[in-house]
């Protein structure tokens, strides 16, 4: 009979034990500690990314402003194919022209050995 009146209040104290246990792991105070403990570990790492996050973010604004400004001098360049042919066609005349001042001077050399070009001076 001792035995079992023992282990009634064995049992009694191991409950209450274990509900006290239960309720001091739950508390609120040793909640926040714990969540404490979490943030202090956590929050070092978090910065980090945090920094590594904005850098690549800087990196990225400067690379898109780049391929914008690349695709905007593209897309001017394609505007400008008339302006090219203009130059094209005035380059092509520029060089007709001058072939043909060298032609012509070329026959009045022929033509008139002894005289001397205008636009050089002989000096005596």
């Known amino acids: 009979?001792?035995?079992q009146e023992m282990q009634l209040k064995v049992k009694r104290v191991t409950d209450k034990f274990t509900e006290?246990?239960?309720?001091?792991?739950?508390?609120?105070s040793i909640a926040l500690y714990r969540l404490q403990e979490h943030v202090r570990r956590s929050l070092p790492e978090l910065v980090?990314?945090?920094?590594?996050m904005q850098s690549w973010e800087e990196q990225s604004q400067?690379?898109?402003y780049t391929v914008e400004y690349a695709c905007s001098a593209v897309k001017s360049m394609t505007n400008s194919s008339l302006y090219f042919k203009n130059i094209d066609g005035l380059l092509r005349?520029?060089?007709s022209l001058k072939e043909q001042i060298s032609s012509s001077q070329g026959r009045s050399a022929v033509i008139n050995p002894n005289e001397t070009p205008a636009h050089t001076s002989v000096t005596p």
């Open 20 to 28: 006290s246990m239960y309720v001091l792991a739950n508390e609120p």
């Open 93 to 95: 005349q520029a060089i």
């Open 48 to 52: 980090q990314h945090k920094t590594d």
């Open 62 to 64: 400067g690379a898109i």
């Open 1 to 3: 009979m001792e035995d």
